[in-house]
């Protein structure tokens, strides 16, 4: 099998492999000054997050830019990097473009949990290997904290405070001595010290405020930014539209979506979010996480729904079909809350568009 056909079948590549075009040419043209153990400058760095039209280099986070500047000095300190917010903000997103500019490399990652024990945030062993040889560096599997220490890489970990406390707490040698003690080995092998260029991402949503609150001590040794939703409606909706667009094409879809309905889909998951129309009408807000990463699912799923079953882009009640399993993951009463929206405040707009929404309200389970 080549390379080519192998990396159609992945999903989704890893940043540095969906952008190493643009690495490339980042890193043949950097003249700036880069910290210790980083792929390239700040300056170079920035640009590939925020996007270089004269240079060919796309924007691929949409946010407050002086966000990047805070996120890239934070990383080039002794302290690690938090990025805290609402759901779907592109927390995870903003962690894996980092770390590809930062180091070439963002699958240092671990996934936070109820079950996320220490072994696989710093290392395990081959128990096979270790019952005929004892602890040895052969023996040894090493983690993602581990691995990032030995190389000089940043490592990323999401939801922190999903991981019991304990768990939490592993980091705090690694993120204040620079240092991993493995007590089983003996010499030079039982201590790992950090190369230039390692420092930790964790993210963490605040939704999950209280489940695992991180300790006093961790929370010393990280610099917390706050990654706040889209402000304005025309740049979401962009961004809903170009990464609609883009999934829907890796799904063999071969028209891109609608504009038109697309703009019903965001305004009505704005005014969900925030409780209030474009009109200034106050309604109750959805307890479900209406953000824009959930947008951009749905409009994949529109297009989808259109496409394999009608041969169309999908239409404003395809809209409503797929909102359902939105609305109701977090609670059962955010269905009847979507109801009432439709009912009293989509019947009231303009357009085909919005009459097709309203028309098709009989579409939501219940």
């Known amino acids: 099998m080549t390379n080519d056909v192998a990396e159609k079948r992945v999903q989704r590549p890893a940043a540095e492999v969906r952008y190493a075009g643009e690495l490339a040419r980042l890193r043949a043209t950097d003249d700036g000054e880069r910290p210790p153990g980083w792929a390239l400058s700040l300056r170079a760095a ?26 890239l000095v934070s990383l080039a300190t002794s302290r690690g990097l938090m990025l805290v917010g609402e759901p779907g903000t592109a927390k995870s997103l903003l962690s894996e473009l980092l770390a ?100 930790v991402i964790a993210t963490a949503n605040t939704r999950d405020r209280g489940v695992n609150e991180m300790s006093a001590a961790l929370k010393r040794r990280f610099n917390f930014e706050t990654v706040f939703a889209i402000p304005d409606f025309a740049t979401e909706l962009a961004l809903v539209e170009q990464e609609a667009a883009q999934l829907l094409t890796g799904s063999g879809v071969a028209v891109p979506p609608r504009r038109d309905v697309l703009e019903v889909l965001v305004t009505a998951f704005r005014e969900l979010r925030e409780g209030r129309t474009e009109r200034g009408d106050s309604m109750e807000r959805l307890s479900s996480v209406m953000s824009t990463a959930e947008a951009v699912s749905v409009a994949h799923a529109v297009g989808l729904r259109g496409w394999f079953l009608r041969g169309d882009a999908g239409s404003a009640s395809d809209i409503v079909a797929c909102l359902a399993g939105t609305a109701a993951k977090d609670n059962a009463d955010d269905l009847a809350r979507l109801r009432t929206y439709l009912e009293q405040h989509a019947g009231r707009r303009k357009g085909a568009h919005w009459k097709e929404f309203y028309d098709s309200r009989h579409l939501l389970p219940g």
Do not use: H
């Not at 920035?46 to 996120?71: N, T």
């Not at 040698?173 to 003690?181: C, E, K, N, Y």
């Open 46 to 71: 920035r640009r590939f997050i925020l996007g270089d039209e004269a240079a060919g280099i796309s924007r691929k986070f949409v946010g407050d830019a002086s966000l990047i500047d805070r996120a």
């Open 100 to 199: 590809a500019a930062v180091s070439g490399d963002s699958t240092l990652t671990i996934q936070g949990g109820a079950a996320t024990t220490e072994d696989q945030i710093k290392y395990s062993w081959n128990y096979a290997l270790l019952v005929a040889e004892g602890p040895s560096t052969r023996s040894l599997v090493p983690a993602p904290l581990l691995r990032g220490m030995a190389e000089g890489r940043v490592v990323r970990f999401e939801e922190i405070t999903r991981c019991p406390l304990e768990v939490q707490d592993c980091l705090l040698s690694p993120l204040s001595d620079r240092v991993l003690a493995i007590p089983e080995l003996s010499g030079e092998d039982a201590l790992v010290f950090a190369r230039e260029g390692f420092n």
